[in-house]
């Protein structure tokens, strides 16, 4: 069974930076190396929404809302996933979740996410 466990979250003023990490367990190294993992957030009263997601080191893709403050990484050897936020704004508001495909080797493109954590919030002051 995959588990994912998100920590780092916090508060922080606008202009600041924060990293969240999600640790992962249940896959092989071989099989955690090839899997699309993915960052999501949800704001109150609005849907979810990807905001970065990777496979292999040079896959990395990011919304337009994030792209260029924002890297996606995975540490195989460790197992965890991290997104590193910077510049962030107000509007970066919300819980963040790490959600994990099912099926190691799929391209993030067409997979599907089939584990997610359990959200950790984080809160940008102006």
């Known amino acids: 069974q995959v588990h994912l466990v998100e920590s780092g979250g916090g508060s922080v003023q606008a202009g600041g930076s924060l990293r969240v990490s999600c640790a992962v367990s249940g896959y092989s190294y071989r099989e955690f190396r090839n899997v699309c993992m993915g960052w999501f957030r949800q704001a109150p009263g609005k849907e979810r929404e990807r905001v970065a997601d990777i496979r292999m080191v040079y896959s990395a893709r990011y919304a337009d809302s994030v792209k260029g403050r924002f890297t996606i990484s995975k540490d195989n050897m460790k197992s965890i996933l991290y997104l590193q936020m910077n510049s962030l704004k107000p509007e970066d508001t919300a819980m963040y979740y790490c959600?994990?495909?099912?099926?190691?080797?799929?391209?993030?493109?067409?997979?599907?996410?089939?584990?997610w954590g359990q959200g950790i919030q984080v809160t940008v002051s102006s």
């Open positions: 959600a994990a495909d099912g099926n190691p080797g799929t391209d993030c493109r067409r997979g599907s996410y089939d584990y």
